[in-house]
Nanobody, 127 residues
Framework: QVQLAESGGDLVQPGGSLRLSCAAS????????VAWFRQVPGKEREAVSC????????FFIESMKGRATISRDNAKNTVYLQMNNLKPEDTAIYYC????????????????????WGQGTQVTVSS
């Protein structure tokens, strides 16, 4: 079965760090772009970052640039999102997404370009 599974979400204090993991099963993740999105209640899902098959990364949220790193470990079939200096406004459910059929080439920022999603992992930044 083709699926993605996120992990690593937690409650952290402002200024803290988290590393989110997105593990794939049923297909080889290394051939496709993989993105992290986040969503808070009442708002649309927004793209945070993406990494393509050539390990080229893109950050879509200006406030995340310099505070986060996206990477992939093809041997583990996993993509990571390392987030540092977390802020309360980073609180959200974080989802990873990919497209095992059409997800080649440069990264995309729209949720409609992804047809495989994980269940999400909650990140809460609060003192």
């Amino acid at each position: 079965q083709v699926q993605l599974a996120e992990s690593g979400g937690d409650l952290v204090q402002p200024g803290g760090s988290l590393r989110l993991s997105c593990a794939a099963s049923g297909f080889n993740l290394d051939s496709y772009y993989v993105a992290w999105f986040r969503q808070v209640p009442g708002k649309e899902r927004e793209a945070v970052s993406c990494i393509d098959s050539k390990h080229s990364s893109t950050f879509f949220i200006e406030s995340m640039k310099g505070r986060a790193t996206i990477s992939r470990d093809n041997a583990k079939n996993t993509v990571y999102l390392q987030m540092n200096n977390l802020k309360p406004e980073d609180t959200a459910i974080y989802y990873c997404a990919s497209d095992p059929i059409l997800g080649i080439g440069p990264c995309r920022s729209s949720p409609v370009d992804y047809d495989l999603w994980g269940q999400g992992t909650q990140v809460t930044v609060s003192s």
